[in-house]
């Protein structure tokens, strides 16, 4: 599981900066910026630990074309289509529609095909279908992306209404409730599959497994395309040999470059471990890849690469293609390990049920990283903090590595010094001056104890897979997470750890949280839209369900000061008592798999938004000329060679969103065009 990043906006202090001036902004377009991250300590490294992390930097980025197209079955024809227009067209490129026509470029690199990166709703360029037939007919250089024997009018037939048509894939991903989920998402991991035909195909998968004496352990469908032909319904398996072979043949390639610098043989086990899966697509494999990967405790660089999470799947089944790249930071590090080495005191004084606490917690480390490479849905936008594996029985019987990401918080808070947000939405001068002074820290510390002890607490009662929340799943293990850290930041124990020394540090988490969750994360919705991401689901369903629980104890306060709503947190340990409460139900229904209650819990407090508020938010956030999502630049491994051997690895930052687009696009598409 994976923690995003909430809102752009700096909250307190940050780290020195460095001695040359570093711009972290690279440019703003549309609802988004695009940032810089730094790599500090690379330079320090091994001959061996450069390779490696040059290596694993070029499997991060080899799987590029997977992800569009899981996202959208024409999003690797658009993307194509839009890139030769760039690089080949001729005409007026300094007209305002050329400009828009960037724009929508860019737009689709950075959400990976044409639906939103996170409200999952498609987008579309700002200039006329006219315009757009006309700059691809005057395109006469370069190739487009047609099909054999397609002439360029047919190919325009074909991929205008695809790209302007309001009923042609609205959505990526539907969680509309009482709709087929499938048949109203557009994501690339059905074919001709209603909902119910895939949950009975799974179904009896599962059964077929369990009385053969196969491993029902095992996340069906996560490395796989479900389709059906002639009535006929199988899987078409993400492998060597198999569908998006001719991508996964390159991040073979560049793996098994990294086994042999791999800075230890538990971590040489790791890759090979990993390649082998690749080459079978045997999600047995996967598992045993992911035990081994969950005890390599001893290298310095690690990685994460695969198909891993499911958001992009209406039934939270199927995997999107992800890499991210990283090292340890020793000295961040110190916080999350003092975190790992108490989670079995954290599980005891819980307040869930003690039939869904574990005896025993395995293998719980924690670590803070400096990311050095992200890929697939992990780029550019990125998770600020991750917890892995997601299988439970793994993280029951194994453990579970949990990160923080703190060069990418760095490069948030850097890149947002100064731009009114928290003046805007806060409702008092005191409630600014504790968010300035211990806003950062407390944002670390949540993400530290989420991944860490959140995603890796409880268990499941015998007879429960893990699956039966179905496409609730996700925002419930969000929230479970969630609640778990919020539950914790205000307890006692965390100042005898020496975590933090002041109360303000959980009071201004608290404040933030029922901030973001009520009213600042709206900025994010389209007017009249209702809430789908499985994050936002999550912090709209605590905070409305914390403030429903302690109305009568005014817990949360709403008021109204110069015509404009804000949320206050008038008890914060009443509140801490509010989490606890909350956190037992989920954790019972995650236990339990009651599907009813999950989906009751969702649809009644974490769906529907205050058209009224939200419409003022709006307002208010237009006025700060701020851009609601961020995502980041890579930085470039260059390898010296001499005599063709490699001596020595430089990094490079660049600062030209399209040029790197370009250059991914150039030196990293491998899939065809139509899959």
């Known amino acids: 599981m994976m923690t995003l990043s909430i809102m752009s906006c700096s909250n307190g202090p940050v780290k020195e900066t460095q001695p040359e001036e570093f711009n972290f902004l690279a440019e703003r377009f549309a609802d988004l910026k695009i940032m810089r991250y730094q790599v500090p300590g690379f330079e320090e490294f091994s001959l061996q630990q450069k390779e490696l992390v040059y290596y694993l930097s070029q499997a991060a980025v080899a799987g590029r074309d997977i992800l569009f197209d899981q996202n959208y079955k024409y999003n690797l024809a658009i993307r194509r289509t839009l890139e030769n227009i760039i690089e080949n067209y001729k005409g007026d490129r300094d007209s305002d529609d050329f400009q828009e026509f960037m724009i929508y470029s860019k737009r689709v690199w950075f959400s990976n095909g044409i639906h939103h990166h996170y409200s999952k709703d498609k987008f579309y360029p700002e200039v006329s279908r006219g315009y757009f037939e006309t700059l691809i007919r005057q395109t006469k250089e370069g190739r487009f992306p047609m099909r054999e024997g397609q002439e360029k009018e047919e190919f325009i037939a074909e991929i205008i209404p695809v790209i302007f048509d309001e009923n ?81 043949e390159q991040i073979i390639y560049w793996l098994k470059k990294a086994a042999t610098v791999a800075e230890n043989s538990h971590q040489q086990k ?30 310095h660089i690690d990685f994460v690469n695969g198909f891993i999470e499911t958001y992009g799947d209406p039934m939270g089944m199927k995997a999107t293609w992800e890499s991210v790249v990283n090292f340890k930071d020793v000295v961040a590090t110190k916080r999350a390990v003092i975190i790992s080495e108490n989670a079995q005191w954290f599980e005891d004084n819980s307040p869930v049920e003690p039939r869904f606490k574990k005896s025993e917690v395995k293998g719980v480390s924690a ?19 991750i917890n892995l594996p997601n299988a439970d029985w793994i993280r029951k019987e194994h453990g579970s590595k949990s990160v923080t990401i703190e060069n990418i918080t760095y490069a948030y808070d ?29 944002s670390n510390l949540h993400t530290d104890l989420h991944e860490c002890l959140g995603h890796g607490s409880g268990q499941l009662l015998p007879g429960t897979r893990g699956d039966e929340l179905k496409n609730y799943g996700s925002p419930l293990e969000e929230a479970r997470a969630d609640l778990f850290a919020l539950f914790y930041m205000a307890d006692p124990k965390l100042v005898e750890l020496g975590l933090f020394d002041n109360e303000g540090i959980y009071k201004v988490e608290y404040n933030s949280y029922i901030r973001n969750g009520l009213i600042t994360q709206l900025t994010r919705i389209e007017p009249g839209k209702s809430i789908e991401q499985a994050h936002m689901r999550s912090r709209q369903l605590i905070a409305a369900w914390s403030y429903e629980m302690g109305k009568d104890a005014n817990v949360i306060e709403k008021f109204i000061k110069d015509e404009k709503t804000y949320v206050k947190v008038n008890d914060h340990k009443a509140l ?35 058209q009224a508020l939200h419409s003022e938010v709006l307002t208010r956030f237009k006025k700060l000329n701020l851009a609601p999502y961020g995502g980041f630049l890579n930085p470039v491994f260059v390898p010296v060679t001499v005599k063709g051997k490699i001596v020595d690895v430089k990094i490079e930052y660049p600062d030209d969103y399209t040029g790197q687009m370009l250059g991914y696009s150039k030196n990293f598409s491998f899939l065809p065009t139509y899959n």
Not at 231 to 248: D, M, T
Not at 271 to 293: F, P
Not at 380 to 385: K, L, R, Y
């Open 270 to 299: 790791v890759i090979e471990s990993l390649v082998k899966y690749y080459e079978t697509g045997d999600l047995t494999v996967w598992d045993e890849y992911n035990v081994l990967w969950v005890k390599d405790m001893d290298s």
């Open 168 to 248: 042609i894939a609205p959505k990526a991903v539907s969680q509309e409730s009482g709709k087929d989920l499938l048949l109203n998402s557009a994501c690339n991991f059905y074919d001709g599959v209603t909902q119910i035909e895939a949950e009975e195909f799974y179904k009896n998968l599962k059964s077929y497994a369990a009385k053969n004496g196969s491993d029902t352990l095992v996340s069906f469908g996560l490395n796989s395309k479900l389709m059906k032909r002639n009535g006929i319904i199988s899987e078409e398996v993400y492998k060597l040999g198999g569908l998006y072979s001719q991508a996964i």
């Open 414 to 442: 850097q890149a947002s010094l100064g731009n009114g947000m928290i003046e805007e939405f806060a409702g008092s001068t005191e409630e600014i001056d504790l968010a300035k002074k211990y806003g950062s820290q407390a």
């Open 367 to 385: 670590k803070v990283i400096t990311a050095a490479q992200l890929g697939g849905d992990c780029y550019p936008s990125t998770p600020i903090g």
């Open 576 to 610: 801490q008592m509010i989490f606890g409460k909350m956190l037992a139900e989920i954790q019972r229904i995650k236990s339990e798999g009651d599907y009813e209650a999950g989906r009751d819990l969702i649809e009644k407090y974490a769906v529907q938004v205050d």
